[in-house]
Each structure stands twice: as C-alpha cells, then as structure tokens.
DNA sequence: AGTTAAACCTGGTTGC
DNA sequence: TGCAACCAGGTTTAAC
C-alpha cells in the first residue's frame, strides 16, 4: 500500500506527539519480514526522537540515558510493506491478530498494524549503520530534492534500458512512487509506462519529473491513498484514489480524452494506461 | 552488470 | 454455496 504520500502522512501523524516520549514498554506479534534485531524488552526507558523519512522507510531515533553518552541508542526502521499501517492510540485496546508491534509510550501507544506482514520493524544503532544502510544506502534521490535537477533526472534514465515504469518502480533512481503514483505520474507526463527509459528525450525527462513531483504534492494533500488497508495515524483515510485518473481504472473512461484505460502487466505487476495520451 | 522471475504473507473479489 | 484462481499499495533475493 504505502507509497511515499502515504509513508509521509504516518510521519507527519506521530513525529511531533513521540518528539521526546518515553518508552513504557514494546511487544511484538507475528514476524514481519525480518526480525527485529534485539530484545524487544531493551526498547523500555527510551526517549524517542524526531522521526525521519527516507522513501518508503520510517526512522525513530531512540535514546538511552543521558544523551551523550549511552552505548544503548539506536533507533527503529520501520516499513509499511503492501498492507501496513501505524496507528498513535491514546488507549491501546488488546492487540488484534494483525497488531505485529506495539511501541508503548507516555504519549500514547504507537502500533503497527500489517495482514501480509510484508513490512518490517528493525533495530539499528544508526541510520548510516548495518542493518539500516544496507537498505537505505542503495535507495535513489528524494523527489523533492531540489539536488534532482531534470538534467540529473534525464542522465539517469539514460543509463536505463528496462521500461520508464519499472525505473520508476525499482526506487534507485528516484524513491517514493509505487504502483499508483508510477502509474499517474507517467499518464500526467503523457509518456507510455512501456517506454525504454534510455529512450525518453531530455524535454520529456523534466516533464516527467515534474509530473511525479506533481502527483506526489497532490496525493500528500488528500491524505494519501486508501485502497483497502492505508489508514493515517488517526485513523483517517486517504482520498488520492478517488481523483486516480488511470488506477484502477481498466476499462473505464479516460478522464482527459474519454479513451479505455488499459490494462496491462510489467514486472509482475499491473500497469494502468491511456493508449492514446501515453505514447512512447 | 543489468533485467527479470520467485519469494515472502493474508484476505478480498471473481468466476465456474 | 463452495471452492479454485486471481488480485492487491513492496522489495529483497535468487536466477537468467
């Protein structure tokens, strides 16, 4: 589920309640997809952080004991996976048999909530260190890196000759854009999710940037996207789907030319596109 | 080295 | 109604 809106929209809903909460206790449920990496019990007498986000990744600094000095701090990386959602209740009723973590604080409880358990809670002592970096370090630019000039952008396509939508899927060129927001970037920037990345001029590059850019901003605004499972940290849904131009969409009516959305497979996963607004 | 399948899970929807 | 097949927001890992 979560892509990049989505991931922010959790962050924006925890980071400034857990800024300085001290940790009660923890517990976890079923394994998620990989294990934690350290006693779940030492997460207790913890202060939490300021809360980051890098992608789809979530990081909550933790420290022990006087800030300086303790050999104990680290921090959580969490991920959300297909079917995740973090949930900061004031009162935490018992966990349900998909409640994989509870991080319980004096400011509430912040509880992961994940059916297919594809996402992840793992203990590093930094973000810069093993296990985090291994994960974080081969992620692409932010899209809202000013750093992520079109220039930068188009060189990087160029390098590519897989399809424009499984660049823009595998994240090490950009992050943040999943399934939906690759799909609806490309519509918006009129290029086929077909199209070899090495192929797409320097004019059409900036385009589509601008296009991820612009779908991102619009998809963080509406809360993200609720397809089944997305929830905020209020327990909110999001509204992006319903404004989806081509998502979802196969066999309806494209809202900009009134054509058939099609339906098509990539990399295993499904593509949404406008034959005749996207072309190669 | 770069691209593409397989794998990890659960549950909802579709179709026979 | 039952059951099999397919589908779903991700991404690491193994295999061409």
Request: aromatic share 6%; glycine share 12%; with cysteine.
């Amino acid at each position: 589920m979560p892509e990049l809106p989505e991931v922010e929209v959790t962050r924006r809903g925890i980071a400034a309640p857990l800024l300085g909460a001290r940790v009660l206790a923890a517990r976890l449920g079923k394994p998620l997809r990989w294990p934690l990496g350290r006693p779940v019990e030492l997460l207790a007498g913890g202060t939490v952080g300021d809360v980051v986000r890098r992608g789809k990744y979530l990081w909550l600094p933790l420290w022990h004991g006087p800030r300086a000095a303790a050999a104990d701090d680290g921090g959580l990386l969490l991920h959300l996976g297909m079917s995740g959602s973090l949930a900061l209740l004031r009162e935490a009723p018992e966990p349900g048999p998909h409640d994989h973590f509870d991080l319980v604080t004096d400011r509430g409880t912040l509880r992961l909530n994940d059916p297919r358990r594809f996402g992840a809670v793992v203990w590093s002592t930094s973000m810069h260190a093993m296990p985090a970096s291994t994960l974080l370090d081969r992620l692409g630019a932010e899209p809202f890196d000013p750093a992520l000039t079109p220039a930068l952008f188009h060189a990087a396509l160029r390098r590519r000759r897989a399809a424009v939508k499984a660049v823009l899927l595998a994240g090490d060129v950009v992050v943040g854009a999943g399934n939906i927001y690759a799909c609806e970037a490309l519509f918006a920037a009129g290029i086929h999710p077909a199209t070899r990345a090495d192929r797409i001029s320097r004019p059409r590059a900036a385009r589509l940037l601008a296009a991820l850019r612009g779908t991102l901003a619009r998809a963080l605004e509406l809360g993200g996207s609720t397809l089944r499972d997305f929830t905020d940290a209020h327990g909110a849904s999001g509204e992006f789907q319903l404004e989806a131009a081509v998502y979802g969409r196969a066999g309806l009516g494209c809202r900009r030319c009134g054509g058939t959305v099609r339906r098509i497979v990539q990399a295993q996963r499904s593509t949404y596109v406008c034959p005749s607004c996207q072309r190669r």
